[in-house]
């Protein structure tokens, strides 16, 4: 009698894994080919939308469709009420970073308006990527929002950092206005001016990081 309630919950135990396997495999490729009909009754049947990719960076669906431009499912992914809007892969990055990585500011908007962090304190933060990018409105927005100017990782670089690196002296100039340090250095004692130098930006550039020692 006991094995034979051993083997019936063992055989349970086995379809519910296959079950999940099942749902698991349509889930990450319906967030890959914005496939929403295909999503839904999953989700509807208790699939939790946090769910995330078992290899690679640990991709949860939103970020994983945010990368394929899987509109439909973004924004049925944005309608489950435990959706974790702000869950990072292994690289600590979130779903907003990746839109804003992509330059879709509309959809970056509308994350920030279901409730996203504009803020990822001690890592590479939303701002960081819109200062590399030169994306300009973005950098607004962010900043209207309450993002940190002087946002440090880990190495200490800060979203002015990468703009001196990478952008143009517009968008230099707005984190400036907004009250980024010039003098905010990494770990390697490397000012925005060190870097903007580095790279060859442009005396523009070079004029407004310049500053006396590193804080």
Known sequence: MILKHFSAA?????????????????????????DADALAPLLEKGLDPNTATTGGTGEP?????????????????????????????????????IAVFLKDNPLAKKLIARGANVNNPRH?????????????????????????????????????????????????????QAGARKDFCTNDELAPYDIAKQRRNSEEVLKLLEYDHCR
């Open 61 to 97: 669906l939103l970020m994983l469709a945010i990368r394929n431009h899987s509109g439909k499912v973004v924004d049925l992914l944005l309608k489950q009420k435990n959706l974790k809007i702000d869950q990072g892969n292994a690289l600590n990055e979130t779903p907003l970073m």
């Open 124 to 176: 590479w933060s939303p701002l960081h990527y819109a200062a590399s990018a030169g994306n300009k409105d973005m950098v607004a927005y962010l900043i209207s929002k309450g993002a940190d100017v002087n946002a440090r990782t880990l190495r200490g670089i800060t979203p002015l950092y990468m703009a001196a690196r990478e952008a143009d002296a517009k968008t230099v100039q707005m984190l400036l």
């Open 10 to 34: 063992a055989a349970a135990l086995l379809f519910s894994v296959s079950a999940y396997a099942g749902s698991y495999d349509e889930a990450i490729t319906a967030a890959v080919t914005n």
